[in-house]
């Protein structure tokens, strides 16, 4: 496992500006409001030879009776746990507040190293200011400021000496990314929670809890991927604030980057155009897809025949892409998530998966002679040959005839279809090209 690096402090100190500093990215949301961020952040940083992980916090508050604040203390918590090397971050134009000694309170009783930094020494003169902060018990105050950078280099030294020796592994990049996407409040983070059996994710009963896209490595029951829990994507009329904006982006680019999207729906409330706008996103992008219709616990009717009704209906509301798994869930009551991964892992491996030509034409070119394209203009399409391509990220298929330019997309579905129905393909989009032969 590698070295993880955690930045911790009381609200509006700047730990996600550092954040991005090290890891030299724009990962963590930067707001002058207080209180930005919410989960843990997780970066890459190297420095030297040293590679490390390095987790961004939201602030520490207490007797706070703002939910968010709360959960976000038991973060707070989980990652000084979970870190090998500890920044506790102060605001060296504020000085000592009463927050930051209940902070260090904590951090002194920790075993694990820290490292006292001082942001937002913008000017030299501010250096001297530092010294205060040797009241707080934890050594030496490295002065910084994360906005340009200054003293971030010795910060660094300090921190690869303080990092156990011997534990740096690389990360794998072919790892399957599994995003879990839907409109706010439909109990994505729940079902992440409920996968990897903590609470890493804040979930509270407000839509917008989450606000950046969280990174989290599943190793467990025969399974390895990431999975990624995003904000909730909502109508662009409807995104009020700069914060929900940004994250809402984030989670646009979460879907970019990910192998299979999981669609998390609300059963009391169906499906709905926004849901459909991101199927739309997703195949867009050329994602895998699984639905999971969430909330089936508050259903009073569950039998069969409504399951039936539901998925005809979320099926007839999603066409043309129909061809997708559907699976019912309590992320409450962790009733069939482990279904829902298996169903991940099916469509990532259909994604991938590869038909032989010689199969493709024995199926396919008797299919096309019984059912031709239809004549355009009094001239006859004739398909001679059809061959998957490599390369593409989902299966593309192309068939070579003499007329190209006259085979419409209604006889490109039919071909998609009869493909699927030789071959699974199920979560995965697929390509339909026509060249000339």
Same mark, same amino acid.
């Given at each position: 496992?590698?070295?993880?690096?955690?930045?911790?402090? *009381?609200?509006?100190?700047?730990?996600?500006? /550092?954040?991005?500093?090290?890891?030299?990215? #724009?990962?963590?949301?930067?707001?002058?409001?207080?209180?930005?961020?919410?989960?843990?952040?997780?970066?890459?940083?190297?420095?030297?030879?040293?590679?490390?992980?390095?987790?961004?916090?939201?602030?520490?508050?207490?007797?706070?009776?703002?939910?968010?604040?709360?959960?976000?203390?038991?973060? @707070? @918590?989980?990652?000084?746990? =979970?870190?090998?090397?500890?920044?506790?971050?102060?605001?060296?134009?504020?000085?000592?507040?009463?927050?930051? /000694?209940?902070?260090?309170?904590?951090? *002194?009783?920790?075993?694990?190293?820290?490292?006292?930094?001082?942001?937002?020494?913008?000017?030299?003169?501010?250096?001297?200011?530092?010294?205060?902060?040797?009241?707080?018990?934890?050594?030496?105050?490295?002065?910084?400021?994360?906005?340009?950078?200054?003293?971030?280099?010795?910060?660094?030294?300090?921190?690869?000496?303080?990092?156990?020796?011997?534990?740096?592994? =690389?990360?794998?990049?072919?790892?399957?990314?599994?995003?879990? @996407?839907?409109?706010?409040?439909?109990?994505?983070?729940?079902?992440?929670?409920?996968?990897? &059996?903590?609470?890493?994710? !804040?979930?509270?009963?407000?839509?917008?809890?989450?606000?950046? %896209?969280?990174?989290?490595?599943?190793?467990?029951?025969?399974?390895?991927?990431? /999975?990624?829990?995003?904000?909730?994507?909502?109508?662009?009329? $409807?995104?009020?604030?700069?914060?929900?904006?940004?994250?809402?982006? *984030?989670?646009?680019?979460?879907?970019?980057?990910?192998?299979?999207?999981?669609?998390?729906?609300?059963?009391? #409330? &169906?499906?709905? %155009? +926004?849901?459909?706008? !991101?199927?739309?996103?997703?195949?867009?992008?050329?994602?895998? /897809?699984?639905?999971?219709?969430?909330?089936?616990?508050?259903? =009073?009717? *569950?039998?069969?025949?409504?399951?039936?009704?539901?998925?005809?209906?979320?099926? %007839?509301?999603?066409?043309?892409?129909?061809?997708?798994?559907?699976?019912?869930?309590?992320?409450?009551?962790?009733?069939?998530?482990? $279904?829902?991964?298996?169903?991940?892992?099916?469509?990532?491996?259909?994604?991938?998966?590869?038909?032989?030509?010689?199969?493709?034409?024995?199926?396919?070119?008797?299919?096309? =002679?019984?059912?031709?394209?239809?004549?355009?203009?009094?001239?006859?399409?004739?398909?001679?040959?059809?061959?998957?391509?490599? &390369?593409?990220?989902?299966?593309?298929?192309?068939?070579?005839?003499?007329?190209?330019?006259?085979?419409?997309?209604?006889?490109?579905?039919?071909?998609?279809?009869?493909?699927?129905? $030789?071959?699974?393909?199920?979560?995965?989009?697929?390509? !339909?090209? !026509?060249? +000339?032969?």
């Amino acid at each position: 496992m590698s070295n993880l690096v955690a930045i911790v402090g *009381r609200p509006n100190v700047g730990k996600s500006t /550092l954040f991005n500093r090290l890891t030299q990215t #724009r990962q963590a949301i930067v707001d002058d409001e207080a209180g930005t961020t919410r989960d843990r952040q997780y970066g890459k940083c190297e420095w030297g030879e040293a590679q490390f992980s390095i987790v961004d916090t939201g602030g520490w508050v207490v007797n706070s009776d703002d939910v968010f604040e709360e959960e976000i203390r038991k973060q @707070v @918590v989980i990652a000084i746990e =979970e870190a090998d090397v500890i920044l506790f971050l102060v605001d060296i134009k504020t000085g000592i507040t009463d927050l930051d /000694l209940a902070v260090a309170d904590i951090l *002194r009783r920790s075993k694990t190293p820290v490292v006292l930094v001082a942001n937002k020494m913008d000017t030299f003169e501010l250096q001297y200011a530092a010294a205060e902060f040797y009241a707080l018990g934890l050594g030496d105050p490295f002065t910084i400021s994360s906005a340009n950078g200054t003293g971030t280099g010795d910060l660094l030294d300090v921190v690869v000496s303080k990092l156990p020796k011997n534990t740096q592994v =690389e990360i794998e990049d072919d790892i399957p990314k599994f995003t879990v @996407v839907g409109r706010p409040n439909v109990g994505k983070s729940s079902i992440v929670n409920a996968f990897i &059996g903590e609470d890493r994710n !804040i979930v509270t009963d407000i839509a917008g809890t989450t606000r950046d %896209s969280v990174y989290t490595r599943y190793d467990k029951f025969g399974f390895d991927f990431y /999975l990624v829990d995003t904000a909730g994507i909502r109508k662009k009329n $409807k995104v009020e604030d700069d914060l929900e904006f940004y994250s809402v982006m *984030r989670s646009i680019r979460a879907i970019e980057n990910s192998d299979v999207c999981i669609l998390m729906l609300d059963a009391t #409330r &169906g499906i709905e %155009s +926004q849901d459909m706008n !991101i199927v739309s996103l997703v195949v867009k992008n050329q994602k895998g /897809l699984v639905v999971v219709v969430n909330k089936w616990d508050l259903i =009073e009717d *569950r039998c069969a025949k409504v399951m039936k009704n539901y998925e005809e209906a979320i099926r %007839s509301r999603l066409a043309p892409f129909t061809d997708f798994p559907i699976i019912f869930t309590s992320a409450i009551n962790k009733q069939r998530i482990l $279904k829902v991964l298996e169903c991940a892992k099916e469509t990532y491996a259909h994604k991938t998966a590869r038909v032989s030509t010689a199969k493709l034409n024995a199926e396919m070119l008797p299919l096309i =002679e019984a059912y031709p394209p239809p004549s355009m203009k009094g001239k006859y399409i004739k398909i001679k040959y059809c061959t998957q391509l490599q &390369g593409p990220s989902v299966p593309s298929f192309v068939f070579f005839a003499n007329l190209p330019q006259y085979v419409k997309d209604p006889y490109k579905r039919f071909l998609e279809n009869k493909i699927r129905e $030789k071959w699974n393909f199920s979560g995965t989009p697929i390509n !339909i090209f !026509i060249r +000339q032969k």
